[in-house]
């Protein structure tokens, strides 16, 4: 079986006054059928990762590969029709937080159903029907009064549910989610990630969950890719978090506070600058 | 220290009014660290609010060490004062931080600010190079080092943190909480920290109270919390939500919205 | 100290002292700055301005207002590098005479309408309720009329001259500072900062001078240089129609009007005042420019 994702030395920098920076330097790995977490902290490159596998980066960063490719096709030499193809359709992306990441001027309906009709030819009718469809799907209520709101009339919650519903209904192969649950409460993030676990099992998606929330990415992923200042340091299975060996990751673990646990003083990450260039 | 009886705030007019607290009743005792916990819309940060006096519409009674909330005169900003939780918008863009930890001092007639500004830079763990930096020129935890100086520039007894590490990276949090902990064992102040984090609330508090949709649902003290004992099953649901994606315990909790 | 400690010292990220801090502020924008080409010129044209204005009676070759019809109406040539005009006087000269006006003008326009403006809209965002209503509706009241058309009623009012022309001018040109101001306030003002400002028990006038005008001042520096082209050409409106420096005053605006009669012939009468407004103006809208991205840089 193809991999989903393929990449091998992918490379992002930017050029600055001070030169160039090298946001993402020599990231390899391979995403199957499964849910994969990218952790790490602001800086460390994990968006611009994300985005690099739709090839969404702005027009001046620099982006380099040995390999990059999507089911076996390869993204780097793509056409810009041929990414558009993919965009949306086999790959989808949600943001972190819906107030921005939706538009403000169109219904909800509107935009789930433009983001169908987009990849598919139908008729406004069956394009309506899939929405009511996706939007019971994510659990709300009242599809037929959702479908008219605008996006500032709805909260948090429900506006993730929305995003999701928006990115599924073309019925992509992978979901990029890039902090989806970080803006929201923690009983509300709980209920939007069932959600999204239904639905990627359901149809046998692959995930990538892009956070800087440690604990929550080795809850919910099968597997996870801690990422610092570019590179990634640690990879294992979310089983085997508490087994990890980089020194970063460990620290990140031993820093995090923890209810059942009284400590006077929580153990603070110390940075080895070899981990820039391990 | 802090005692609060039966406060009440409202937003808006008539038809559009929204109760942020309702009938709350809090009582802090000196030297205490206390969590006020909850989901966004909770109050919480309202009721912070109030004590700042950044809020003056409000029914009920509340005072600190005795003195009326309401009638804030000079006292108060010597008495409290308050971090709020993000680092970027809480220090003026202009101002460098000297400026930032010289400016109580100057509003409170204090002298010798040279000296009180270079002692307060080296207790938050800052060194003299900080000085005359700008906040740009600043990290996320470097700002909210400078923040919680600068809250301690008037020597208050009380305390107000509103999410003081939400908006910091997890490798930065844990510096932070250690610094608010050595300061208060140094000080004996006063705490009453606001936190939709239950792990960061049960670090730092000896008692704490959850809020949901401007009434306290339970108090208790935080031994409580660690043994998984609360009576309420809306913190129960809380306590369960803060552990980490379950996939049962998610569906169980998924409602139609 | 040689050349590069000097910029070592600026650019340092541990300034020592308040006053190195500002000046390594100042110099990044500075260094900025200077990397747009068109700014630098608008910054060269407007300090030429201000030069010659400077020593216009060094450089001037003849008196300005001295008359010999004898040699009215003279093409360019040696002894008059910008012909003479209908009275013989030296049309360079006049030119950079003329300079002086125009820079009085614009300095104290600027100087008389932008802290009115700053004044008045902080005060305007921050009280807010009736305080906010009342100054809005005067500012209204003001930006209601067409600025040429308000800034005749004036000096009609006050009787022409170049000091009326100036209040004129200064008058119609506060409410669009007002309103910058007032807006940069209102969103200034739910700022943390400014909470712990309140906090820690500041006065409002403390906070309205030390924390809100501070942050309005970029966005009004680069509106008053913007506007300084249109201040310009407002005061050559007023001079063309006698309102403004009366003769023998050498401002352009008059100049221009004095020589529209002999366009057709002996065109350097008008065109080389006319001219000089059109290059000053530009000067000021690049600058501006410039200074608009050095200072409020919106873009990514």
């Given at each position: 079986m193809t991999p989903l994702i393929e990449v091998e030395d992918l490379r992002i920098s930017f050029p600055t006054a001070k030169g160039s920076f090298d946001a993402v330097r020599g990231v390899s790995f391979?995403?199957?059928?499964?849910?994969?977490?990218?952790?790490?902290?602001?800086?460390?490159?994990?968006?611009?990762?994300?985005?690099?596998l739709m090839r969404l980066l702005t027009p001046a960063a620099q982006l380099s590969a040995k390999r990059l490719a999507f089911d076996g096709q390869d993204l780097l030499q793509a056409t810009p029709r041929d990414l558009r193809r993919i965009r949306g359709r086999r790959i989808s992306l949600v943001l972190q937080d819906p107030k921005y990441a939706l538009n403000p001027v169109m219904t909800v309906g509107e935009q789930i159903g433009e983001a169908f009709r987009t990849h598919h030819r139908v008729s406004r009718a069956e394009a309506r029907a899939k929405t009511l469809a996706m939007l019971e799907a994510v659990r709300i209520r009242n599809p037929v009064r959702v479908h008219d709101l605008y996006p500032h009339e709805v909260s948090g919650g429900m506006g993730q549910r929305i995003m999701i519903a928006m990115m599924l209904i073309p019925e992509p192969d992978l979901l990029i989610a890039d902090e989806p649950t970080s803006a929201l409460d923690v009983t509300v993030q709980m209920q939007v990630l069932a959600i999204l676990d239904d639905l990627v099992t359901q149809r046998g998606m692959g995930l990538i969950f892009i956070s800087h929330d440690l604990n929550l990415v080795a809850s919910f992923c099968d597997r996870i890719l801690v990422m610092y200042a570019g590179r990634i340091v640690e990879e294992c299975r979310a089983s085997e978090l508490h087994a990890a060996t980089h020194p970063y990751t460990r620290g990140l673990l031993a820093s995090l506070p923890r209810i059942e646990e009284s400590r006077a003083e929580l153990a603070v990450l110390t940075r080895d600058p070899a981990w820039l260039t391990a | 220290m802090i005692d609060i009886r039966d406060l009440t705030v409202t937003f808006g007019r008539g038809t559009q009014a929204v109760a942020a607290v309702r009938g709350l009743s809090l009582h802090v005792g000196e030297g205490e660290s206390f969590g006020l916990v909850g989901e966004s819309g909770s109050g919480k940060s309202t009721v912070l609010r109030v004590l700042a006096g950044l809020n003056e519409k409000w029914q009920g009674s509340a005072s600190l060490a005795g003195l009326s909330v309401a009638r804030?005169?000079?006292?108060?900003?010597?008495?409290?004062?308050?971090?709020?939780?993000?680092?970027?918008?809480?220090?003026?863009?202009r101002h460098t931080v000297d400026h930032a930890l010289s400016?109580?001092?100057?509003?409170?007639?204090?002298?010798?600010?040279?000296?009180?500004?270079?002692?307060?830079?080296?207790?938050?763990?800052?060194?003299?190079?900080?000085?005359?930096r700008y906040p740009h020129q600043l990290s996320g935890g470097q700002r909210q080092r400078v923040a919680i100086a600068r809250a301690l520039m008037l020597e208050p007894k009380v305390l107000l943190l509103d999410e003081p590490t939400s908006a910091l990276d997890v490798s930065v949090q844990a510096e932070i909480l250690n610094l608010l902990r050595r300061l208060?064992?140094?000080?004996?102040?006063?705490?009453?920290?606001?936190?939709?984090?239950?792990?960061?609330v049960a670090h730092m508090c000896d008692r704490l109270a959850v809020m949901n949709r401007g009434v306290v649902v339970e108090e208790m003290a935080v031994d409580t919390l660690r043994r998984q004992e609360p009576a309420e099953a809306y913190t129960r649901q809380l306590l369960l939500a803060s552990r980490g994606y379950d996939r049962e315990v998610a569906r169980a909790m998924i409602t139609y919205d | 100290m040689t050349d590069t400690d000097w910029r070592a010292r600026l650019l340092s990220d541990t300034p020592a002292s308040r006053r190195q801090a500002r000046l390594?502020?100042?110099?990044?924008g500075w260094l900025q700055f200077q990397r747009n080409r068109l700014a630098l010129l608008g910054l060269g044209i407007v300090l030429a301005l201000v030069l010659l204005a400077a020593l216009a009676p060094l450089v001037a070759p003849h008196d300005p207002y001295a008359q010999n019809l004898a040699r009215r109406l003279l093409a360019p040539s040696a002894t008059h590098w910008l012909g003479t005009?209908?009275?013989?006087?030296?049309?360079?000269?006049?030119?950079?005479y003329g300079a002086r006006i125009t820079l009085m003008i614009v300095v104290l326009v600027a100087l008389i309408a932008a802290p009115i403006g700053l004044i008045v809209g902080t005060a305007s965002g921050y009280l807010g309720g009736a305080v906010d209503a009342v100054l809005m509706r005067i500012t209204d009241i003001f930006l209601a009329f067409p600025s040429l058309i308000l800034a005749l009623a004036f000096v009609a009012a006050l009787g022409p001259g170049i000091e009326n022309a100036i209040i004129a001018i200064a008058l119609t040109s506060w409410p669009p500072y007002a309103r910058i101001a007032r807006a940069e306030t209102l969103t200034i003002r739910n700022s943390d900062y400014i909470a712990v400002a309140r906090i820690q028990g500041a006065s409002t006038p403390r906070i309205l001078f030390g924390h809100v005008m501070p942050l309005c001042t970029s966005s009004l520096i680069v509106r008053v240089t913007l506007d300084m082209a249109g201040i310009i050409l407002t005061a050559a409106g007023l001079g063309f129609l006698g309102l403004g420096a009366q003769p023998p005053m050498a401002e352009w605006g008059a100049m221009v009007s004095s020589g529209r009669r002999y366009i057709l012939d002996q065109w350097w009468v008008a065109t080389i005042p006319g001219l000089a407004i059109f290059i000053v103006s530009l000067g000021f809208n690049l600058l501006g420019d410039g200074l608009r991205d050095v200072l409020d840089p919106r873009k990514s």
């Open positions: 391979t995403l199957g059928r499964e849910k994969l977490g990218i952790v790490g902290e602001s800086g460390s490159g994990k968006s611009l990762t994300g985005r690099a | 804030r005169d000079r006292r108060f900003p010597r008495l409290v004062q308050m971090v709020f939780q993000d680092p970027y918008g809480s220090l003026h863009p400016e109580p001092l100057a509003i409170h007639g204090i002298e010798d600010a040279n000296e009180r500004v270079s002692r307060a830079l080296e207790q938050v763990g800052l060194g003299p190079a900080f000085r005359f208060r064992d140094e000080r004996g102040l006063t705490y009453l920290l606001v936190s939709h984090n239950l792990a960061v | 390594g502020q100042a110099y990044r005009d209908e009275f013989g006087r030296d049309v360079l000269s006049r030119l950079l």
